[in-house]
């Protein structure tokens, strides 16, 4: 069965849910319920999780579930529970242990309304899974908890339907970590002479990328291919444009510092000097200790890598108005030619959502309580220069890595959030706007008539099945346009917390 398969019915469970949060409180329709009982809990559970949910039990549900779940009385009388039978359920009874977490998910979030429970929509994405644990755990059910050191945690800000990004065991998340991280991604001292920084071509306002066709490193080379966006990064499973050996993002920061062809930050051979650049600033031997505490020596190449992928891992978008409408948030949120656009978007025929998909509108995609990541890589019929499907060298795609003609062109493909700020398009920018990469779609390929690049990208051998064209009106492409444009993200590229520290040198 092939990985994207299973991407999209991992997001199809997932939809399952908001589609239930959102559903005013009413049981979910019994094929629904047939997919609740198959979501899992995508928290990697430790005690601390598990205290979390209990507080939250004791605080919200043990009023009428009793303390120990068994049932209480409630504490004044409701008409509704005049009836025994909407009574509070007893939640440690053996019936408990046959409930999936989607269950008690959607009853947490959506209410009952027949026993008179008040919907807990209020509560926050990682607070919900953490009640869905202990209420399981009231069951009976035996959970597989990771034991912590007793700290408090990550507090990831997830996203309404997002589940908990995965992070390697080696490199913990922590605020001090995250903070540190974001000193260093925007620190020109980053860089051999002292001008760029990550920050440099990956920018907040346009949803980290730098609005150029393709990037340009501090010496003026200009990059093969275009900086690529940033949100919801930490859900990756592979990086970069075609280089499927790239896994982690600690491997990944060390090829804008150190490459040579093309050059970025330049910092190839002059490692000691970056150490002691970052050493003579007065802030940052403090933010290492704290970020790397117990280490003799925190200030290193390494631990430089760790930091910046802690604050790379923060940086999740998921509240456009595409979302405010869609969880009800704001149900107006949305234009009407934007919800129209989102049929067309999700319909057999378009087939976007084919590789476009799941939360990340993205198939390549990795999270806690996954099974297999969904990794993919597709020729979009960009090109065709002989009439068997090459690309232009350096930009062969996967092909470049594995020599293999079948991998001729095939690119990851990039989330949709927050494309309308990412333009030029395409891996090498050559598609300037929006409804241009509608018609490009359309077309099934691009037809070059001219130049060195001529050919007919619709006939590209290597080409993905999905991009197969179609026939829009101008209305409709419109509206295609308008649900691309409501999935920008404004909390995101104004929050804060991604923001750069520095003073403006």
Not at 41 to 62: H, K, Q, Y
Not at 231 to 258: C, G, H, I, K, S
Not at 411 to 437: E, Q, W
Request: glycine letters at 10%.
């Amino acid at each position: 069965m092939r990985v994207w398969i299973a991407l999209v019915a991992g997001a199809a469970l997932w939809a399952v849910a908001l589609t239930a949060m959102t559903s005013g409180g009413q049981p979910p329709r019994p094929a629904d319920a047939a997919d609740l009982r198959r979501l899992v809990n995508p928290l990697d559970l430790t005690d601390v999780d598990l205290e979390a949910g209990g507080a939250i039990f004791s605080a919200r549900c043990a009023g009428c579930h009793g303390a120990e779940g068994a049932g209480a009385a409630p504490r004044m009388a409701n008409p509704v529970r005049a009836d025994p039978s909407s009574s509070p359920l007893d939640l440690t009874r053996t019936a408990m242990r046959t409930r999936g977490d989607g269950e008690i998910y959607t009853a947490i979030v959506a209410g009952a309304t027949s026993r008179g429970m008040p919907a807990f929509a209020d509560l926050a994405e990682t607070a919900r899974w953490q009640l869905v644990s202990f209420v399981r755990s009231l069951g009976g059910v035996r959970l597989r908890v990771r034991a912590t050191d007793g700290g408090a945690g990550y507090p990831w800000d997830l996203p309404p339907g997002f589940p908990q990004p995965k992070v390697p065991a080696d490199n913990p998340m922590s605020r001090a970590k995250v903070e540190l991280g974001r000193h260093l991604f925007y620190d020109t001292r980053l860089s051999a002479d002292g001008t760029f920084s990550c920050g440099t071509c990956h920018e907040q306002r346009l949803a980290f990328t730098d609005g150029k066709p393709r990037a340009v490193g501090h010496s003026g080379q200009i990059h093969p291919r275009s900086a690529m966006a940033l949100a919801n990064v930490a859900y990756l499973p592979v990086l970069t444009w075609a280089d499927p050996t790239v896994r982690r993002l600690e491997a990944q920061a060390l090829v804008p510092m150190f490459s040579t062809d093309p050059v970025e930050l330049g910092l190839k051979g002059t490692e000691r000097e970056m150490l002691a650049r970052l050493a003579g600033e007065p802030r940052y031997p403090a933010m290492f200790a704290a970020a790397f505490p117990g280490e003799p020596t925190p200030i290193s190449v390494g631990n430089v890598t760790r930091a910046i992928a802690s604050f790379e891992r923060t940086l999740l978008s998921g509240r456009s108005p595409y979302d405010l409408a869609r969880t009800s948030a704001d149900p107006r949120a949305q234009s009407p030619a934007a919800s129209r656009g989102e049929d067309l978007f999700f319909a057999e025929r378009t087939e976007c959502f084919e590789c476009h998909g799941g939360f990340t509108f993205t198939e390549s995609v990795d999270y806690v309580g996954r099974g297999l990541p969904g990794i993919e890589f597709h020729n979009t019929g960009l090109y065709n220069l002989d009439a068997a499907g090459a690309y232009p060298a350096p930009n062969t795609g996967v092909h470049a890595i594995t020599g293999q003609r079948d991998d001729m062109g095939h690119f990851r493909a990039p989330s949709l959030r927050n494309i309308a700020l990412t333009a030029p398009y395409m891996h090498d920018g050559s598609i300037r706007t929006l409804a241009d990469v509608v018609r490009h779609y359309e077309a099934g390929g691009r037809t070059l008539s001219r130049g060195q690049y001529r050919g007919v990208g619709r006939t590209n051998v290597h080409k993905s099945p999905f991009v197969k064209g179609f026939t829009l009106t101008d209305e409709e492409r419109a509206d295609l346009v308008a649900f691309l444009e409501s999935l920008t993200d404004q909390a995101f590229i104004s929050d804060p917390r991604f923001a750069n520290p520095w003073p403006q040198r």
